[in-house]
């Protein structure tokens, strides 16, 4: 997270603002400043996340008057896979792991190799960096749209260029193959101008007292690129994996979590448990629980990726 | 000896080549959704491929702006209205408590900000449900203030402005001082005209991924009058038995607004995301 790394080194700089500037101010400007984002931050932010919790301790249906309390017993239930809704969670929680992990390693390793084609000097370079880039500027809407005509199982350009006859929309596992496919056609280029950013910020000089040191071309990349893109990496994977777990759209667009809902991923489930069958109270446990995995699942990668170098 | 320059130079070509035929490539699928959008009802979906249009038409335009199920330029309006608002809104919040943060000395100013930044780490998920319903205590299910406001409690705006405001000499507010200047002229006068670069930036990344939004407005907006762009689209696919000529006229239309603007705004936009890092 070089961001944050830069941002503390930069607060202490801050600190040591000279005095006279808070001496002219009266006590409550600050709170002046930071009043408006703060009505909004806790109204919108931490309110929901107490009110969330307190509601997955409740039978919540918006449009009935009584909301019983009824504890843990929608986790209990959430976590026996015998009960409805629990065969329903945890078939949805499969299909967001089933997509994040097919869908992370391709989102990585892409991305980094069209940023060091990228870093290169050479004409057009910005033209191509825009065209990568592009996909990602549309929304999910337009992309699902346009690639649910390309996947098309009678019409589609996919399957004609190809020589198939694959039921991309309605079959897994090619459902799972075009929605991680159109993902990474979407958000590559994201990825790829953030590490790009990150070889940029790596010391020429590094490069060269390597290669003065005699190292070519493979153990520069090694010694040199590697470790400089660290910082990068932790936050890519990180920001990457949760993307890939929330994933939504696509499924929605696309494949409408088709084959019965195989690839209705848990934020669908979530989004339809709770905002269509107003079934709250179980919504709310199940985004808890799966964001308890997210949070898992970042703290794994940032152990992964600690340096070693420092104590 | 003049053999090396020369095949450099071929090798220089076949990489020219081969980068530009995967670029034409990448870019091929949107391509194919402005051609069809010309196309008729039967050219789109043909089972052979029609990359140009014939005969090319504007019908599919005609019929979805002229078509009562698809209000299509009452929701461009309101996505216009919604994306502008919640850019305004960050800008307006997150400005001067960045600035707070970033430049004033008061108790609890860490503790606050660490709070902040804390929420960066909270998986979005788990606010859809509770926002929900704090939008409809507050009466705005069905209306664009639900799409305008939740969104702008982020940390990402503060965040992002904060470390721009740290980078800002003092010499210049504290020659402003010594002029009798209080606070609030400091950062108005001095500060966000300074920050317009970084100001720009959280302007177009917040106008773009409201403007792009799908899964709070389609279940926070109901009424086909106060849909986004991309809500109003994603019913429409379902209600018209996909009508490829049609939904690619929609998709155009709601990719035009980003797309100019990121023709106009290219490095701004790319630059803004790739050292923010933390969109996306």
Known sequence: MSVLTRSADLAGAATAAPAGAARRMRWWTPYAFLAPYLLLFAVFMVLPIGFGFWTSLHEWDISLPAKPFVGLEHYTELFDPASVDGSRFWMAMRATGVFTVASVPLLILL??????????????????????????????AVVGFVWRYLLDGNIGLVDHYLGLDVQWTTDVPPAWIALVGVTVWWTLGLNAVIFLA???????????????????????????????????????????????????????????????????????????????????????AMSFILAGFLMCASALVFGAFRDRSKP | MTAAPAARRVRRALLHLVLAVVAALYISPLVYMLLTSFKTREGAGSTEPQWIPSPATTGAYR?????????????????????????????????????????????????????????????????????????????????????????????FGVFFLRQFFLTLPGELEEAAELDGCN??????????????????????????????????????????????????????????????????????????????????????????????????
């Open chain 2, 183 to 280: 606070r609030w002229q400091i950062f108005t006068a001095i500060a966000l005209p300074l920050a317009r670069p970084a100001l720009v930036t959280l302007f177009l990344l917040s106008f773009l991924t409201n403007w792009n939004d799908f899964l709070w407005p389609i279940y926070v907006l109901l009424s086909p009058d106060s849909l986004t762009l991309p809500a109003g689209l994603g019913n429409f696919q379902s209600a018209n038995n996909i009508r490829y000529d049609l939904l690619m006229a929609g998709a155009v239309i709601a990719s035009l607004p980003v797309i100019l603007l990121y023709l106009a705004a290219q490095r701004w936009v790319i630059e803004g995301i790739s050292r923010s890092g933390l969109k996306g």
């Open chain 1, 111 to 140: 991305p980094l190799l069209v940023a060091l084609l990228m870093n290169g000097r050479f004409r057009g370079r910005n033209v191509y960096r825009a065209v990568y880039f592009a996909p990602y500027v549309l929304g999910v």
């Open chain 2, 63 to 155: 019929e979805i702006l002229n078509s009562p199920d698809s209000p299509i330029l009452t929701w461009f309006a309101n996505s216009l209205i919604a994306a502008t608002g919640h850019a305004v809104l960050v800008l307006l919040t997150a400005a001067p408590a960045a600035y707070a943060l970033a430049r004033l000395r008061f108790r609890g100013r860490s503790a606050i900000f660490t709070v902040v930044v804390a929420t960066l780490f909270v998986p979005p998920v788990v606010l859809l449900i509770p926002n929900f319903l704090i939008v409809n205590e507050l009466s705005w299910v069905d209306s664009l203030p639900a799409v305008i406001v939740p969104a702008a409690a982020g940390g």
């Open chain 1, 198 to 284: 990150g070889l940029q910020d790596i010391p020429r000089e590094l490069y060269e007292a390597a290669m003065v040191d005699g190292a070519g071309p493979l153990a520069r990349f090694r010694a040199v690129t590697l470790p400089g893109l660290r910082p990068v990496t932790v936050f890519v994977v990180n920001a990457t994996i949760l993307a890939s777990a929330n994933m939504f759209g696509q499924s929605y667009l696309i494949t409408s979590g088709a084959p019965a809902d195989q690839t209705k991923t848990a934020i669908y489930l979530i989004a339809e448990t709770g905002l269509r069958q107003f079934d709250m109270g179980t919504a709310s």
